[in-house]
Protein backbone atom coordinates (compact mmCIF):
# COMPACT_ATOMS: atom_id res chain seq x y z
CA UNK A 1 0.00 0.00 0.00
CA UNK A 2 0.83 3.19 -1.00
CA UNK A 3 -0.06 6.18 1.96
CA UNK A 4 0.58 9.03 -0.10
CA UNK A 5 -1.69 11.75 0.65
CA UNK A 6 -5.37 11.94 -1.59
CA UNK A 7 -6.30 15.25 -3.22
CA UNK A 8 -9.62 15.67 -3.36
CA UNK A 9 -11.86 18.28 -4.92
CA UNK A 10 -15.62 18.39 -3.58
CA UNK A 11 -16.62 19.76 -7.50
CA UNK A 12 -20.09 21.05 -7.38
CA UNK A 13 -21.74 22.40 -4.27
CA UNK A 14 -25.23 21.55 -4.71
CA UNK A 15 -24.61 17.63 -5.13
CA UNK A 16 -24.48 14.42 -3.63
CA UNK A 17 -20.56 14.51 -3.17
CA UNK A 18 -20.58 15.22 0.37
CA UNK A 19 -23.33 12.38 1.65
CA UNK A 20 -21.44 9.70 -0.55
CA UNK A 21 -18.08 11.09 0.94
CA UNK A 22 -19.38 10.91 4.27
CA UNK A 23 -20.49 7.43 3.58
CA UNK A 24 -17.24 6.08 2.37
CA UNK A 25 -15.27 7.89 5.82
CA UNK A 26 -18.02 6.17 7.89
CA UNK A 27 -17.75 2.60 6.21
CA UNK A 28 -14.14 2.39 5.05
CA UNK A 29 -10.97 2.63 7.04
CA UNK A 30 -8.67 5.19 4.62
CA UNK A 31 -4.66 5.06 5.64
CA UNK A 32 -4.34 7.49 2.83
CA UNK A 33 -4.48 10.77 4.57
CA UNK A 34 -6.90 13.14 2.47
CA UNK A 35 -6.67 16.90 1.97
CA UNK A 36 -9.83 17.95 0.84
CA UNK A 37 -10.84 21.58 -0.88
CA UNK A 38 -14.22 22.36 -0.15
CA UNK A 39 -15.91 24.90 1.94
CA UNK A 40 -16.04 24.64 5.71
CA UNK A 41 -19.53 26.13 5.92
CA UNK A 42 -20.85 23.55 3.74
CA UNK A 43 -19.19 20.73 5.12
CA UNK A 44 -20.41 21.83 8.63
CA UNK A 45 -24.21 22.45 7.39
CA UNK A 46 -24.45 18.87 5.33
CA UNK A 47 -22.98 17.25 8.69
CA UNK A 48 -25.39 18.49 10.76
CA UNK A 49 -28.07 17.41 7.81
CA UNK A 50 -26.80 14.36 7.49
CA UNK A 51 -25.92 13.03 10.99
CA UNK A 52 -22.18 12.85 10.26
CA UNK A 53 -19.42 13.69 12.67
CA UNK A 54 -15.49 14.02 12.13
CA UNK A 55 -12.99 16.18 12.87
CA UNK A 56 -11.82 19.25 10.91
CA UNK A 57 -8.68 20.31 10.58
CA UNK A 58 -7.98 23.68 8.45
CA UNK A 59 -4.72 23.71 6.19
CA UNK A 60 -3.28 26.65 4.50
CA UNK A 61 -1.99 26.06 1.20
CA UNK A 62 1.37 28.09 1.15
CA UNK A 63 1.97 25.70 4.57
CA UNK A 64 1.22 22.68 2.85
CA UNK A 65 4.29 20.86 3.34
CA UNK A 66 4.42 21.76 6.99
CA UNK A 67 1.67 19.98 7.54
CA UNK A 68 2.09 16.42 9.22
CA UNK A 69 -1.29 14.85 7.31
CA UNK A 70 -3.19 11.98 9.24
CA UNK A 71 -6.57 10.17 8.23
CA UNK A 72 -8.04 10.47 11.51
CA UNK A 73 -9.26 13.98 10.45
CA UNK A 74 -10.45 15.58 6.88
CA UNK A 75 -7.40 18.10 6.43
CA UNK A 76 -9.33 20.75 4.72
CA UNK A 77 -8.87 23.78 2.62
CA UNK A 78 -11.34 25.70 2.93
CA UNK A 79 -13.09 27.66 -0.10
CA UNK A 80 -15.11 30.79 0.59
CA UNK A 81 -18.46 29.72 0.04
CA UNK A 82 -21.53 30.55 1.68
CA UNK A 83 -24.57 27.73 1.56
CA UNK A 84 -27.84 28.50 2.44
CA UNK A 85 -29.76 26.57 4.84
CA UNK A 86 -31.60 24.15 2.68
CA UNK A 87 -29.82 22.49 -0.40
CA UNK A 88 -30.13 24.48 -3.31
CA UNK A 89 -31.02 23.71 -7.29
CA UNK A 90 -27.53 23.32 -9.83
CA UNK A 91 -26.93 26.90 -10.46
CA UNK A 92 -23.84 29.25 -12.11
CA UNK A 93 -23.24 30.88 -8.86
CA UNK A 94 -21.80 27.99 -7.49
CA UNK A 95 -19.34 28.32 -10.91
CA UNK A 96 -16.60 30.61 -8.77
CA UNK A 97 -16.26 28.05 -5.97
CA UNK A 98 -15.56 25.12 -8.67
CA UNK A 99 -13.13 27.34 -10.49
CA UNK A 100 -11.23 28.66 -7.32
CA UNK A 101 -11.20 25.10 -6.50
CA UNK A 102 -9.52 23.87 -9.48
CA UNK A 103 -7.25 26.56 -9.37
CA UNK A 104 -6.06 25.75 -5.94
CA UNK A 105 -5.90 21.96 -6.74
CA UNK A 106 -3.80 22.71 -10.29
CA UNK A 107 -0.83 24.74 -8.10
CA UNK A 108 -0.66 21.70 -5.55
CA UNK A 109 -0.32 19.27 -8.46
CA UNK A 110 2.20 21.45 -10.79
CA UNK A 111 4.40 21.46 -7.39
CA UNK A 112 4.48 16.99 -8.34
CA UNK A 113 4.47 15.92 -4.67
CA UNK A 114 1.05 15.47 -4.77
CA UNK A 115 -0.06 12.54 -7.72
CA UNK A 116 -3.27 11.03 -6.58
CA UNK A 117 -6.15 13.76 -7.51
CA UNK A 118 -9.92 12.95 -7.17
CA UNK A 119 -12.29 15.19 -8.02
CA UNK A 120 -16.28 15.17 -7.62
CA UNK A 121 -19.31 15.10 -9.77
CA UNK A 122 -19.50 18.68 -11.67
CA UNK A 123 -22.73 19.74 -14.03
CA UNK A 124 -20.58 20.44 -17.23
CA UNK A 125 -23.04 22.07 -18.89
CA UNK A 126 -23.39 24.89 -16.59
CA UNK A 127 -19.63 25.16 -15.67
CA UNK A 128 -17.94 24.95 -18.63
CA UNK A 129 -20.47 26.94 -20.82
CA UNK A 130 -19.24 24.31 -23.80
CA UNK A 131 -15.84 25.77 -23.51
CA UNK A 132 -14.60 22.63 -23.56
CA UNK A 133 -16.43 18.68 -24.22
CA UNK A 134 -15.89 17.71 -20.72
CA UNK A 135 -14.23 17.63 -17.44
CA UNK A 136 -11.42 15.39 -18.73
CA UNK A 137 -10.63 17.81 -21.46
CA UNK A 138 -10.72 20.77 -18.80
CA UNK A 139 -8.34 19.28 -16.70
CA UNK A 140 -6.21 17.99 -19.73
CA UNK A 141 -6.05 21.57 -20.98
CA UNK A 142 -5.28 23.27 -17.92
CA UNK A 143 -2.19 20.74 -16.87
CA UNK A 144 -0.97 19.51 -19.89
CA UNK A 145 -0.12 19.80 -23.75
CA UNK A 146 -0.01 16.06 -24.33
CA UNK A 147 -2.95 13.98 -25.27
CA UNK A 148 -5.06 12.28 -23.14
CA UNK A 149 -7.74 9.95 -23.33
CA UNK A 150 -10.75 8.93 -20.71
CA UNK A 151 -10.59 5.46 -19.65
CA UNK A 152 -13.94 3.88 -17.07
CA UNK A 153 -12.16 1.49 -15.36
CA UNK A 154 -13.36 -1.83 -13.86
CA UNK A 155 -10.74 -4.60 -13.13
CA UNK A 156 -12.99 -7.09 -15.00
CA UNK A 157 -13.46 -5.18 -18.09
CA UNK A 158 -12.70 -1.31 -18.93
CA UNK A 159 -13.90 0.63 -21.77
CA UNK A 160 -12.63 4.13 -23.52
CA UNK A 161 -14.33 6.31 -26.10
CA UNK A 162 -12.18 8.06 -28.77
CA UNK A 163 -14.73 10.79 -28.91
CA UNK A 164 -16.32 12.26 -25.59
CA UNK A 165 -18.92 14.53 -24.96
CA UNK A 166 -19.14 15.09 -28.79
CA UNK A 167 -22.78 15.03 -30.63
CA UNK A 168 -23.70 12.38 -32.77
CA UNK A 169 -23.18 14.29 -36.16
CA UNK A 170 -19.69 15.40 -35.49
CA UNK A 171 -18.19 12.06 -34.35
CA UNK A 172 -17.15 10.42 -37.93
CA UNK A 173 -14.81 13.74 -38.47
CA UNK A 174 -12.96 12.75 -35.61
CA UNK A 175 -12.65 9.01 -36.21
CA UNK A 176 -8.74 9.27 -37.30
CA UNK A 177 -5.53 6.69 -37.19
CA UNK A 178 -4.06 9.56 -34.91
CA UNK A 179 -7.03 9.70 -31.98
CA UNK A 180 -7.19 5.91 -32.39
CA UNK A 181 -3.74 4.96 -31.70
CA UNK A 182 -3.48 7.61 -29.08
CA UNK A 183 -6.47 5.95 -27.08
CA UNK A 184 -4.68 2.35 -27.42
CA UNK A 185 -0.98 3.75 -26.84
CA UNK A 186 -1.76 5.22 -23.55
CA UNK A 187 -4.14 2.59 -22.58
CA UNK A 188 -1.55 -0.07 -23.35
CA UNK A 189 1.07 1.95 -21.29
CA UNK A 190 -0.95 2.40 -18.61
CA UNK A 191 -1.79 -1.01 -17.96
CA UNK A 192 2.19 -1.84 -18.10
CA UNK A 193 2.65 0.62 -15.76
CA UNK A 194 -0.47 -0.15 -12.91
CA UNK A 195 -0.42 -3.96 -13.37
CA UNK A 196 2.74 -4.98 -15.55
CA UNK A 197 0.40 -6.69 -18.02
CA UNK A 198 0.31 -5.90 -21.87
CA UNK A 199 -3.40 -5.33 -22.08
CA UNK A 200 -5.74 -7.12 -24.61
CA UNK A 201 -7.64 -4.42 -26.50
CA UNK A 202 -10.53 -4.78 -28.47
CA UNK A 203 -11.67 -1.62 -31.08
CA UNK A 204 -15.14 -1.13 -32.02
CA UNK A 205 -16.33 -0.30 -35.53
CA UNK A 206 -18.36 2.90 -36.18
CA UNK A 207 -21.23 2.07 -38.29
CA UNK A 208 -23.83 -1.10 -37.39
CA UNK A 209 -22.10 -4.54 -38.25
CA UNK A 210 -19.29 -2.71 -39.18
CA UNK A 211 -20.70 -1.70 -42.11
CA UNK A 212 -22.07 1.13 -44.61
CA UNK A 213 -24.26 1.93 -47.40
CA UNK A 214 -22.51 4.79 -47.87
CA UNK A 215 -19.33 5.37 -50.46
CA UNK A 216 -17.08 6.01 -47.84
CA UNK A 217 -17.27 3.52 -44.81
CA UNK A 218 -14.73 4.58 -41.79
CA UNK A 219 -14.26 1.22 -40.89
CA UNK A 220 -12.98 -0.36 -43.91
CA UNK A 221 -10.69 3.31 -44.62
CA UNK A 222 -9.49 4.59 -41.00
CA UNK A 223 -10.58 1.76 -38.44
CA UNK A 224 -9.55 -1.64 -40.32
CA UNK A 225 -5.92 0.07 -41.70
CA UNK A 226 -5.35 1.15 -38.01
CA UNK A 227 -5.83 -1.57 -36.24
CA UNK A 228 -3.35 -3.69 -38.51
CA UNK A 229 -0.60 -0.97 -37.93
CA UNK A 230 -1.43 -1.07 -34.22
CA UNK A 231 -1.25 -4.93 -34.08
CA UNK A 232 2.53 -4.64 -34.62
CA UNK A 233 3.26 -3.32 -31.42
CA UNK A 234 0.03 -3.88 -29.37
CA UNK A 235 -2.89 -6.71 -28.17
CA UNK A 236 -5.47 -5.22 -30.24
CA UNK A 237 -8.06 -6.34 -32.95
CA UNK A 238 -11.64 -5.47 -34.60
CA UNK A 239 -13.25 -3.55 -36.02
CA UNK A 240 -15.64 -5.03 -33.77
CA UNK A 241 -19.33 -5.29 -34.11
CA UNK A 242 -20.73 -2.44 -30.88
CA UNK A 243 -24.13 -4.95 -31.25
CA UNK A 244 -22.19 -8.25 -29.95
CA UNK A 245 -18.77 -7.60 -28.05
CA UNK A 246 -20.33 -7.10 -24.78
CA UNK A 247 -21.74 -10.50 -24.89
CA UNK A 248 -20.23 -12.28 -22.13
CA UNK A 249 -18.34 -14.92 -23.97
CA UNK A 250 -17.05 -12.23 -26.11
CA UNK A 251 -16.42 -9.66 -23.95
CA UNK A 252 -14.23 -12.34 -21.53
CA UNK A 253 -11.51 -12.08 -24.12
CA UNK A 254 -10.38 -8.65 -23.67
CA UNK A 255 -9.09 -5.92 -20.85
CA UNK A 256 -10.59 -3.11 -22.43
CA UNK A 257 -12.57 -2.28 -25.30
CA UNK A 258 -11.93 0.94 -27.06
CA UNK A 259 -15.33 2.44 -28.91
CA UNK A 260 -15.89 5.72 -31.03
CA UNK A 261 -18.27 7.92 -29.20
CA UNK A 262 -19.31 7.93 -25.65
CA UNK A 263 -22.60 6.11 -25.29
CA UNK A 264 -20.55 3.38 -27.47
CA UNK A 265 -19.29 1.92 -24.70
CA UNK A 266 -20.52 3.64 -21.63
CA UNK A 267 -24.00 2.70 -21.92
CA UNK A 268 -22.76 -1.03 -21.67
CA UNK A 269 -19.94 -0.52 -18.87
CA UNK A 270 -22.89 1.20 -16.78
CA UNK A 271 -25.73 -1.52 -17.45
CA UNK A 272 -23.19 -4.58 -16.35
CA UNK A 273 -20.94 -2.76 -13.49
CA UNK A 274 -23.59 0.41 -12.24
CA UNK A 275 -21.21 2.04 -9.86
CA UNK A 276 -18.03 -0.07 -9.79
CA UNK A 277 -16.81 1.89 -11.92
CA UNK A 278 -14.33 4.49 -12.20
CA UNK A 279 -12.78 7.51 -14.44
CA UNK A 280 -9.61 8.19 -15.13
CA UNK A 281 -7.86 9.79 -17.14
CA UNK A 282 -4.52 8.43 -19.05
CA UNK A 283 -1.45 10.53 -20.25
CA UNK A 284 -1.40 13.02 -16.93
CA UNK A 285 1.46 13.73 -15.07
CA UNK A 286 -0.79 12.76 -11.87
CA UNK A 287 -3.44 10.10 -11.12
CA UNK A 288 -6.49 12.00 -11.79
CA UNK A 289 -10.34 9.75 -11.14
CA UNK A 290 -13.42 10.93 -10.51
CA UNK A 291 -16.59 8.95 -9.55
CA UNK A 292 -18.14 7.46 -12.95
CA UNK A 293 -21.28 9.70 -12.53
CA UNK A 294 -22.84 13.03 -12.28
CA UNK A 295 -23.92 15.55 -9.23
CA UNK A 296 -27.47 14.07 -9.25
CA UNK A 297 -29.68 17.06 -8.36
CA UNK A 298 -32.43 15.22 -7.06
CA UNK A 299 -31.25 13.04 -5.07
CA UNK A 300 -29.79 16.24 -2.94
CA UNK A 301 -30.55 15.94 0.59
CA UNK A 302 -32.43 12.28 1.17
CA UNK A 303 -29.13 10.26 2.15
CA UNK A 304 -29.85 7.60 -0.48
CA UNK A 305 -27.04 7.97 -3.14
CA UNK A 306 -24.62 5.20 -3.29
CA UNK A 307 -21.21 5.74 -2.34
CA UNK A 308 -19.32 2.60 -4.46
CA UNK A 309 -17.96 4.69 -7.37
CA UNK A 310 -15.82 7.10 -4.77
CA UNK A 311 -15.41 4.07 -2.59
CA UNK A 312 -13.62 2.57 -5.61
CA UNK A 313 -12.00 5.70 -6.97
CA UNK A 314 -9.86 6.13 -3.17
CA UNK A 315 -9.24 1.93 -3.02
CA UNK A 316 -7.63 1.94 -6.69
CA UNK A 317 -5.25 5.52 -5.90
CA UNK A 318 -4.43 3.66 -2.09
CA UNK A 319 -3.61 0.10 -3.79
CA UNK A 320 -1.21 2.31 -6.76
Do not use: W
Not at 1 to 14: A, F, H, K, T, V
Not at 162 to 190: D, R, Y
Not at 287 to 307: A, Q, T, V, Y
Amino acid sequence: MNYSPILILNGEPNSIFLEIFFKVLKTKKINNPIILISSKKLIELQMRKLKFKKNIKVLEVSKLNKYKLNNKSINLIDVKYTPHKAFDKITKKSNIFIKKSFEIAFKILEKGKIKKFINGPISKKKFLNNKFFGITEYISRNVSKKKTCMLIYNNTLSVSPVTTHLPIKLVSKKITKKNISNNVSLINNFYKKKFNIKPRIAVLGLNPHCESIHNFNEDEKIIKPTINYLKKKYYVSGPHSADTIFLKNNRKKYDVIVGMYHDQVLTPIKTLFEYDAINITLGLPFDRISPDHGPNEKMLGKDISNPLSLLRAIQFLEKN
